[in-house]
């Protein structure tokens, strides 16, 4: 009697205890910082677009958040008054919040998508002109002479939406080559395009990233799984990546000037393409990333292809 009361006592313990809610621990967050400026390219030299800074936040498999500073300038910073033809000077700073996900497309986990909404300022309070200052001082060059003539204040608010597929490219099953084919479509104060794209990539564990992303062509969605690898996979990936792009604009701030006021602008050319090259390692939580790119002319009057580089940063919480 005595077993049998213990064995139905140790009974309702055990489902009392299953029957209790199982503490899910939180979802990790993965913070990413990005820099690109034409200081990285080969030309070496302050001009068009001139400097990009983003942080980005995902905290949760499908929620993130991203502050941005965009900085353009004209090719001749040592006048205070540049030609009507030469890019105006401007910045933008604005913060995004969007939502992203990755499809489970029966059992195929190929394809993501995102949507982010930003909002921000256009002009003197985006705050472009004091950082271009305090990073000149800083390497000891010569500040831009013409900051004066920048685009004035305006609201930025723009809505985005991104879309890529994955193509594994290896025959042997080990996915040391893919393929990922981008859309974005942006729409709004700052910039009204549609783009295409492809990243063709080589190397190790290439399913831990969904491909690089750029500053002012992506939005900051960073899927928190792919930073995670199985138990029987090395927590490490390296990958070399050749990427190309074409946009086809109907509106960009940096040449087309403001919307609502009267501002410098100057001829927009509605087709652009741009190539990059670069490299990413990854261990563990941290993965880094660096490329060089080049674009074909976004105005009628610029003088040659622009050249910028850029790095990232990302680390999983």
């Known amino acids: ?58 905290t949760s498999e499908h929620n993130f958040f991203s502050l941005t500073q965009e900085i353009n300038t004209p090719s001749d910073t040592t006048t205070p008054n540049p030609l009507s033809t030469d890019m105006p000077y401007s910045g933008a700073l604005y913060l995004g919040w969007g939502y992203g996900r990755i499809l489970d497309r029966g059992g195929r986990k ?10 921000g300022v256009i002009g003197p309070s985006s705050g472009s002109e004091t950082v271009q200052d305090k990073f000149h001082t800083l390497i000891n060059t010569q500040a831009a002479a013409g900051w ?20 594994d490219l290896d025959s042997t099953g080990r ?78 701030y940096a040449t087309d000037g403001t919307n609502f006021r009267e501002s410098r602008a100057v001829t927009r050319r509605p087709i652009v393409m741009q190539l990059a090259l670069g490299t990413t390692f990854q261990f563990h939580k941290f993965s880094t990333t660096y490329f060089i790119a080049m674009r074909t002319k976004d105005f009628e009057t610029q003088e040659a292809v622009h050249f910028f580089g850029g790095v990232k940063g990302q680390l999983n919480f």
């Not at 913070?31 to 936040?57: C, H, I, M």
């Not at 190929?110 to 909002?119: I, R, T």
């Not at 990233?209 to 062509?217: E, L, N, T």
Request: proline letters at 7%; hydrophobic letters at 40%.
């Open 1 to 58: 009697m005595l077993r049998l009361i213990a064995f139905l006592s140790l009974t309702a313990v055990v489902r009392a205890a299953e029957s209790l809610p199982v503490a899910v621990p939180p979802p990790p967050w993965v913070v990413s910082l990005s820099e690109e400026n034409d200081k990285f390219g080969p030309k070496n030299k302050d001009r068009y677009y001139t400097q990009g800074l983003k942080l980005a936040v995902n």
């Open 110 to 119: 190929d394809c993501m998508f995102a949507v982010e909404a930003k909002l």
């Open 148 to 167: 004066g003539t920048q685009l004035p204040d305006e609201p930025l608010i723009n809505f985005d939406a991104e879309f890529r597929r994955r193509f």
């Open 175 to 252: 996915g040391y080559r893919d393929l990922i084919a981008r859309m974005m479509v942006e729409l709004g104060t700052m910039r009204t395009e549609v783009l295409v794209g492809a990243q063709l990539r080589w190397g190790l564990n290439l399913d831990k990233s969904w491909g690089h992303s750029y500053i002012r062509q992506s939005t900051g969605y960073d899927p928190i799984t792919a930073l995670s690898s199985p138990d029987n996979r090395p927590n490490f990936a390296y990958w070399a990546f050749a990427d190309s792009q074409l946009e086809v604009v109907a509106r960009n």
